[in-house]
């Protein structure tokens, strides 16, 4: 069974498409990582599946229920955890308080030590969430959102205002999640975040999924491969190379970007037959997701 399955979802704000035919799905220990730039309809697509915005079109089942608005199952309740990006506890509970609340509500899950535990907030377990730094209080939504010991999570942006240390922490507190067989659907802006924890990776772009795969696959995707070497080359030489977009140097190192790698390498041997430590290797991420969002919204316009 799937933990989640969504067809051809669609939203519409007043006369403006959000989401367009959007279908995705999950299975128990998988992470899914949803990437999109600003406005792409993330927060949008996780509420619809959620239920907290009406879909327009579309089927949604969870945990192998079929969704209808904001209606669901105790049991299914029961399975699930949210953290979405714009979250908030009352400011005058404490830490432990507001863990006592969520666990009261779940019949088998955390009790309210484990959950301050998992928060890693021990040491301010009396003191007010209206008190917390911002990084203390997105470990303890998170911390929430895992009360039920849910079969499938929702985290919408869940590193954000973390510092380094509390980022990699969380990450593996999701490695350790999906280890359990925790379905976890996750957004973010941090490019390096999803390229750890992802095992797909969905592009949005402007409410639709222009790509999906996992990071190696979308890094394939783009036309542009990494030539590294030490070469005897000047720039102009490098530069004149077929293929070659872009010429780095980085501590004696040649850093090419080429559009046609094959013919970039044979060019290079032939031109320089001292050439070492050489290197070819798919782009980062973040280069992949720019020019998929890019070339995506360049297309629209063209229309």
């Not at 997105?138 to 999570?153: H, I, S």
């Not at 004149?240 to 004696?252: A, E, F, I, N």
Request: aromatic share 4%.
């Amino acid at each position: 069974m799937l933990a989640l399955d969504v067809k051809h979802l669609a939203k519409v704000y007043a006369g403006k498409t959000v989401l367009t035919d959007v279908d995705m799905t999950l299975r128990g220990g998988e992470v899914l990582c949803i990437l999109g730039p600003n406005g792409a309809g993330k927060t949008t697509l996780i509420a619809t599946i959620l239920g907290l915005v009406k879909a327009d079109r579309g089927d949604i089942h969870i945990l192998g229920e079929r969704q209808q608005g904001n209606s669901r199952s105790s049991d299914l309740r029961q399975q699930l955890g949210v953290m979405m990006q714009i979250g908030s506890l009352s400011a005058n509970l404490t830490v432990f308080e507001q863990c006592d609340l969520f666990s009261s509500y779940y019949v088998h899950g955390y009790s309210a030590s484990e959950l301050v535990k998992l928060a890693g907030l021990e040491a301010h377990s009396k003191q007010r969430f209206g008190r917390l730094s911002g990084g203390q209080k997105q470990r303890l939504l998170f911390a929430l959102a895992l009360a039920a010991k849910p079969k499938l999570v929702f985290l919408d942006e869940p590193t954000l205002g973390m510092d380094v240390e509390a980022r990699r922490a969380l990450w593996q507190q999701v490695r350790q999640l999906k280890q359990q067989g925790v379905a976890v659907v996750l957004t973010t802006h941090y490019l390096e975040e999803a390229e750890h924890l992802a095992d797909r990776i969905a592009v949005l772009n402007q409410g639709m999924v222009v790509a999906s795969g996992s990071p190696a696959e979308l890094k394939a995707l783009t036309r542009y491969k990494v030539i590294q070497c030490e070469s005897t080359l000047s720039d102009q030489a490098l530069q004149s190379l077929p293929g070659v977009q872009q010429l780095q140097r980085d501590q004696g190192l040649c850093i090419l970007h080429s559009s046609h790698a094959e013919s970039t390498v044979q060019a290079l041997l032939q031109a320089d037959d001292s050439v070492r430590q050489l290197e070819v290797r798919p782009v980062a991420l973040e280069q992949a997701f720019l020019q998929l969002t890019q070339n995506t919204s360049k297309e629209e316009q063209a229309l």
